[in-house]
């Protein structure tokens, strides 16, 4: 018995070695500089053969010029430099398997949570990493999924030893599901007509009380601290957002009329399938929108097969700041830049198609001032690829910098491809 426990705990250890994640990079300790490259800034515009030049984390120069001596010298000639993409409202770091539940971090107990923080619960060891990162993304928001009020999201960079390390920007904004006036068809009914929520109202004044509890709560110093209530500081100054996931244009009316007229300050809505519909009002309160997945079919028989392709574009050119993300199982979050590519084939241009995964969701995180844009100043947090990173056929990432750290984007399924490839071509 004491020698198969053994053999079992040696099994589990080479396992566990064989599916760690890549070694976290270490900080940029020389500059660098990136040549011959067509650079793909993020605000539209492009430069050919153009350089780009880091030091420190921080672009010191973007443009035609040729480097100083002490720079080290990386030509990407023929290759692409894009600003690493966003994925705002994610599990990322939240979920490993979707079908396992103790491996889903995302939900907590209880309809009204603000105070459950997703930072102290990213995995930086996930093995989902890398698939992100290969693809172009290099950051993300870590967002609850629970309840009505689900909980405090963080911005977290994909590279770390750990969450204190990958920690962007700590408790950004609360996120919550407004109810729904109709419930889900049961699977198996005769009927296809979706029953009335007869909790709709109660379940909206829960959320709304929560909020004017919170306004009374640090307009009058407490006595006691109230978590929930504290998690809840800064929406109504704007320094924390708050990101409502509603769908149904109704819904979205009474969400944006409910949350503004007791003063809330910074709201995005999230999925919005219907926000067309009602794009005057999310025009006329300054609303942002992070759309659900593209590949899908419409929502409503009327509409065009194509509309979920052409809604970006749609809001895009209304003036509204729209920025894509993916629901349900998180593994297929890594397509993010093929959204965008969807997005580019209905209606918009690559360079505004890239901003939606680029600048767009930088200015709605509040992270524009350092990421989102390849500028002078800001964070060195880009990649190279070899063809357009927006083009599922093309999109070969060579190169990812976080910080100027040059990052380790090769997971799981490329070590095995390379094992084997070796194995089998001696």
Known sequence: MKKMFTYFLTLLGIYSIQGQSPTPASPQSAPIAIVHATIHVGNGAIIENGTLMFNEGVITHVGEMTPPAQYQIIDASGQHVYPGLILPASRVGLEEISSLRPTRDFAEAGAINPHVRTQVAYNTESELMPTFKFNGILTAQAAPESGLVSGTSSIMMLDGWNWEDATLKKDDAIHLSWPTRYNRVRYGSSSNERPLNKNYDDEVRSILDLFIDSKHYFENPPVEINLKLEALKGVFDGSKSVFVNVNNAKEIMSAITELKAIEVSNLVIVGGRDAYYVKDLIKQYNVSVVLDELHRLPSREEEDVDMPYRLPALLYKEGILVALRHRGALA??????????????YGLSREEA??????????????SDYL?????????????????LLDMSTNRVTKAFINGMDVAIEGKQQVLNQRYFDKYSK
């Open 372 to 388: 989102g844009t390849i500028e002078k100043g800001k964070w060195a947090t880009f990649v190279v690829s070899e063809g357009d």
């Open 354 to 367: 890239l901003q939606l995964v680029t600048s767009n969701p930088a200015k709605i995180l509040g992270v």
């Open 332 to 345: 297929r979050s890594r397509n993010l830049p093929f959204y965008a590519g969807t997005a580019a084939a």
